[in-house]
């Protein structure tokens, strides 16, 4: 799970922030004293935790600043608009190896679904996301990635080093190689892509080899990312999101999802439902937020629920969740319907 700037805005600060530390050198005093603050931060905490200074200074010694990792967290995919973005996910190609994962993985899909009370379409749909069913799980070295952004980046150093922190641990409970480590720009890693502290809390055995294995076992994996959703608060049977009619027009007085709780009913929302929503009108003071998706043509606004904000969980940026729920009613639809064909 990744965590991304969310604003164009905030987008421009942290581009001018990665060209300053790309001059971070010997002339640079202010950012190599704010680095030597970082790392005597990390050591303190460590300490604190049993760790000696030795095995500290040999865990730093290991994590070397990748610029690449600045050039990467400072331009994301989401900070695309809509119409740019979902092309990059919902494809054809994906949906099929989709289809292939799920009937190879059928029982375990099934059974986590069942345990987690989670819909194997949304467990399915995020492995697709994340990593196109384990083909592409990322080249960044996952502790120099932690490492470059626990030290090096202001806007999100503590986080980061935090994550760093859990890395460390995580590397002893599940007896990794940390120099063989490999995933996203912001540490994440696996069939899942779970950064090192939701793998400690969320990865489970769900294959009983007596490992938590998300790099190599798709049924870790499965389980894992239903365990997340379960642990989150998902709702099984519960919508996720539905479009607003007059979809061009903001409705009025209701401001956009800026990433905290839903602060919203549904009952707020029901000038501008469908007609046929009248499932989701009897349940008028569920939680409920305001999505917009930049389109060509004009914006869209859709009504989200609470299971739209557990997947913002998951990563927060409203695009990937919409992303991943269209994603998962695509496969629902081809894996219910075979007859159909399986197109998107």
């Known amino acids: 799970m990744t965590f991304l700037p969310k604003s164009i805005s905030r987008l421009s600060l942290l581009l001018v922030t990665s060209f300053g530390l790309m001059?971070?050198?010997?002339?640079?005093?202010?950012?190599?004293?704010?680095?030597?603050?970082?790392?005597?931060a990390f050591i303190d905490k460590q300490l604190a935790a049993g760790y000696d200074k030795k095995t500290i200074d040999f865990f730093l010694s290991q994590g070397h600043y990748n610029q690449a990792v600045i050039n990467a967290i400072?331009?994301?995919?989401?900070?695309k608009p809509w119409d740019q973005y979902y092309p990059i996910f919902l494809t054809q190609k994906r949906l099929d190896a989709g289809l292939t994962f799920w009937d190879e993985y059928q029982d375990t899909i099934e059974k986590a679904a069942e345990q987690?009370?989670?819909?194997?379409?949304?467990?399915?749909?995020?492995?697709?996301?994340?990593?196109?069913?384990?083909?592409?799980m990322g080249n960044y070295s996952v502790v120099d990635a932690l490492y470059t952004l626990g030290f090096y980046y202001p806007p999100r150093a503590d986080f980061f080093r935090s994550e760093f922190a859990n890395l460390q641990d995580l590397t002893?409970?599940?007896?990794?190689?940390?120099?063989?480590?490999?995933?996203?720009?912001?540490?994440?890693?696996?069939?899942?892509?779970?950064?090192?502290?939701?793998?400690?809390?969320?990865?489970?055995?769900?294959?009983?080899?007596?490992?938590?294995?998300?790099?190599?076992?798709?049924?870790d994996a499965i389980g894992s990312v239903a365990n997340y959703?379960?642990?989150?608060?998902?709702?099984?049977?519960?919508?996720?999101?539905?479009?607003?009619?007059?979809?061009?027009?903001?409705?009025?007085?209701?401001?956009?999802?800026?990433?905290?709780?839903?602060?919203?009913?549904?009952?707020d929302f029901i000038p501008y439902l469908p007609s046929s929503s009248n499932s989701i009108q009897n349940n008028a003071l569920n939680p409920a937020l305001l999505i917009?998706?930049?389109?060509?043509?004009?914006?869209?606004?859709?009504?989200?629920?609470?299971?739209?904000y557990v997947i913002t969980r998951y990563n927060r940026s409203p695009l990937y969740a919409m992303a991943v729920y269209q994603f998962s009613q695509a496969l629902k639809d081809a894996h219910t319907h075979p007859d159909r064909g399986t197109n998107l």
């Not at 917009?292 to 739209?308: D, I, K, T, V």
């Open 229 to 267: 959703f379960h642990q989150h608060g998902w709702q099984q049977g519960a919508p996720v999101a539905i479009q607003l009619e007059q979809t061009n027009n903001k409705p009025d007085n209701l401001n956009v999802w800026a990433g905290k709780k839903p602060e919203y009913q549904v009952l």
């Open 292 to 308: 917009e998706l930049e389109q060509a043509s004009g914006n869209e606004y859709w009504l989200g629920f609470n299971n739209f």
């Open 116 to 136: 987690y009370q989670v819909e194997p379409e949304i467990i399915v749909a995020i492995i697709g996301i994340e990593t196109f069913y384990g083909k592409i």
């Open 23 to 40: 001059a971070c050198s010997s002339s640079n005093v202010a950012s190599e004293a704010q680095t030597a603050q970082y790392k005597q």
């Open 172 to 219: 002893q409970e599940e007896h990794l190689d940390i120099k063989s480590l490999k995933g996203s720009y912001a540490g994440a890693m696996g069939y899942g892509q779970f950064i090192p502290s939701s793998y400690r809390h969320y990865a489970v055995d769900f294959d009983q080899d007596g490992r938590r294995d998300l790099l190599n076992s798709p049924i």
């Open 74 to 79: 400072t331009t994301p995919w989401e900070a």
